[in-house]
């Protein structure tokens, strides 16, 4: 990477500039063509955060031990049909296209002299280790750093590298519960609702690691320095929870669960059931949306509503419901969709990937018939890159190492040893 900045950076010279003057060839490989990464992560957060990077065109390099490896290969939904047909999970399979596969024995000097090789040459590595196992291994970030002051090393875990928690494990129910968001959701009475959608580990552990190696590798181009990456899943999520933390300082507090102004006091902000035990997501925050909802729903009178007076808007929360709730799914998409007033059906992730949106977005995409995940934007410059399935562990290993130097006979003995 750092040799293509250079070709393409000149003085005076402007990024978008440069972009504008990447070959064709350059181009069809994606704008991170040339961006060397190591990837020592496994299950979801790393693996989806150096996906987004192959999928623009990185070079991902994944590195699993020759024991169990990565276990998202034998983790999921359709597990073990996949295995039973020779095959790695579909989770593991969405994760991990377009990605280079290395299998390499960090317990023997003879793989951590391997890694250092890699590292030497590489632009970004992530690990998510508990604190300290890298540095003891002896392919930490201070390890690669003394042969490589560029490198950007971002470490991945629940609570950090720091502080009385660093050394904790957990999920990412427990960084949701330990941040204030999972006491924050559910129905007032009921328990918290644990949501479907592992918000730590993609906001946290995939979404935010992006954001500071990229700009860790932007810092390193303009200076020659590296820097450690520090992703606390759990900070992620409290960094990112704005209205509660703002609540926490109001003399009003935070409302009891379910009990929020987003979470079930406005009668405009939430879910209503259908005549067919469906669900209509009403967001009409605004008062233009709130009063065009009314109209159309036939309760005009609710339009004028006092949005501060929580009796009138337990009323308007009750009318509206009776109203939608006597009428199917399909006739309030088909009413009050075109309107344009924030309302929208509750759709079951099976529709959501063949809603006339998504598709028109392509936002999921087939391979190998496989329905995976696309990039979620589209970059002007650049067409999407050519996807490439996930491969069999191990798969890259001598074409890896020998693009670092070894001969066909060393990793002939790395093999016979164990180390790969």
């Known amino acids: 990477m750092r040799a293509i900045w250079a070709a393409r950076a000149g003085v005076g010279s402007t990024p978008i ?57 034998t983790f999921g939904p359709g597990a073990s049909q996949a295995n039973a047909e020779g095959q790695d999970s579909p989770f593991f399979r969405m994760l991990n296209r377009n990605k280079q596969s290395l299998r390499l024995d960090l317990k023997q000097p ?20 508990r604190p300290g196992v890298v540095d003891r291994l002896g392919v930490g970030y201070a390890a690669v750093r003394a042969i490589n002051p560029q490198i950007v090393y971002c470490s991945i875990t629940g609570y950090g590298q720091t502080g009385p928690w660093a050394h904790y494990a957990g999920h990412d129910l427990n960084y949701i519960a330990m941040t204030g968001l999972l006491e924050q959701n559910g129905t007032p ?10 918000i730590g580990d993609l906001l946290g552990g995939s979404l935010t690691a992006l954001v500071g190696v990229l700009t860790a590798v932007i810092g390193a181009k303009a ?57 209509l997501a009403v967001g009409a925050i605004e008062s233009k949306f709130w009063q065009t909802l009314c109209v159309a729903v036939g309760l005009p009178a609710l339009a004028k509503l006092d949005m501060t007076n929580a009796a009138e808007m337990k009323h308007a929360r009750e009318a509206l419901a009776a109203v939608i709730k006597a009428q199917p799914l399909a006739y309030w998409e088909k009413t009050l969709v075109p309107l344009d007033c924030c309302v929208t ?17 392509q936002i999921v995409v087939d391979e190998g018939g496989l329905r995976q995940n696309a990039p979620p934007f589209k970059l002007s410059h650049w067409p999407p890159t050519d996807m490439r399935p ?9 074409a890896v190492l020998q693009a670092v130097g070894y001969s066909a006979d060393d990793i002939e003995t790395l093999r016979r040893d164990g180390v790969i």
């Open 345 to 361: 059906p509750v759709l079951r992730p099976d529709e959501a990937v063949k809603h006339p949106q998504f598709v028109a977005r």
């Open 17 to 73: 500039a440069d972009a504008m003057k990447v070959g064709s060839d350059e181009t069809a490989r994606g704008p991170l063509a040339g961006l060397r990464v190591l990837d020592l992560t496994r299950l979801l957060p790393g693996p989806m955060a150096t996906l987004h990077l192959a999928n623009q065109g990185a070079e991902v390099i994944k590195i699993e031990d020759t024991g169990l490896g990565d276990y998202a290969r």
């Open 189 to 198: 009475g009921s328990a918290p609702a644990i949501p479907d959608f592992q």
């Open 390 to 398: 996930a491969v069999a562990a191990g798969a890259d290993s001598a």
């Open 223 to 279: 200076t020659g320095q590296g820097c450690h990456v520090d992703v606390a899943m759990a900070d992620a999520i409290l960094a990112h929870s704005v209205f509660p933390l703002l609540a926490t300082q109001t003399a009003e507090g935070l409302a009891p669960r379910g009990e929020g102004e987003m979470t079930g006091a406005s009668p405009g902000y939430g879910v209503y059931a259908t005549a067919d035990d469906r669900y």
């Open 110 to 129: 003879a793989g951590v002299q391997a890694f250092l090789r890699l590292a030497a040459e590489a632009d970004v590595i992530f690990e998510s280790f």
